[in-house]
Structures are given as C-alpha cells and as structure tokens.
C-alpha cells in the first residue's frame, strides 16, 4: 500500500523554481525522518534531501544543497522539496520516503534501503 503522495512536479526551462509535496497519513509524517530520492532516465536512484522527525535536521547532496530546501508542515501532514535555479541534469522523477524515528534521533540516512515507506514519484523535466 502505497501511503506517501508526491506532487507539484512538471515540465520548466533552467533556471525555474518548482515546489515538491510529499504528503501522507499524519501517523507516518509525524514519527517519521522524510528523504527525497530522484532518479534519472537510465541512472540508479540517489539522494537528494533529507529532514528529521523532529527539530528540522536537514542534510542535501552537494549537488543541491546551495539550490534545494527541504521543510516539513506539520499541521498539513506536509514535506515540501523547494528546488530553485533548476538544471537539466536536475531531471528525473522523484520520491519521497519515510523512515520511523525516536524523536532524540538526529540521523539521517542517504541509501533506498533506510527507508521503508515510499511514494510513487513525480516527474520534473527541465529543460535547456
């Protein structure tokens, strides 16, 4: 059962901003570190973002880290995956995940295998 949504993705040229959503049941975001995947046509699936349970914890790839930020709403069940000044090789479809977590828990995981919740993808295409 599929529980984690991603939205918000779509077709831009470089340069643009899109905002992701990752939304679930409160009872998965709430006790649980979040992570964005992506993957591009032909390549495995890497990390790109991840943000803790609790206390706002982030950690990017060094590819994204001056470009993306990666929040949590919490009243809106809600993680969102800002992605500024987007490249073509920013392309791909992306995932969000979710690992449950201690509240005094700080880590962040950056395998597929850390996480055991996952959405279905959305795809951004950015074109040059």
């Known amino acids: 059962q599929v529980l984690l949504v991603e939205s918000g993705g779509g077709l831009v040229q470089a340069g643009a901003s899109l905002r992701l959503s990752c939304a679930g049941p409160?009872?998965?975001?709430?006790?649980?570190?979040i992570a964005w995947f992506r993957q591009a046509p032909g390549k495995e699936r890497e990390f790109v973002a991840a943000?803790?349970?609790?206390?706002?914890?982030?950690r990017y790839q060094d590819s994204v880290k001056d470009r993306y930020t990666i929040s949590r709403d919490s009243a809106k069940n809600t993680v969102y995956l800002q992605m500024n000044s987007l490249k073509p090789e920013d392309t791909a479809v992306y995932f969000c995940?979710?690992?449950?977590?201690?509240?005094?828990?700080?880590?962040?995981?950056?395998?597929?295998?850390?996480?055991?919740?996952w959405g279905q993808g959305t795809q951004v295409t950015v074109s040059s």
């Open positions: 943000i803790t349970r609790s206390f706002g914890s982030t």
């Open positions: 409160s009872r998965i975001l709430s006790s649980s570190a």
């Open positions: 995940a979710a690992r449950r977590q201690i509240i005094t828990d700080q880590r962040l995981g950056i395998t597929e295998s850390e996480y055991d919740n």
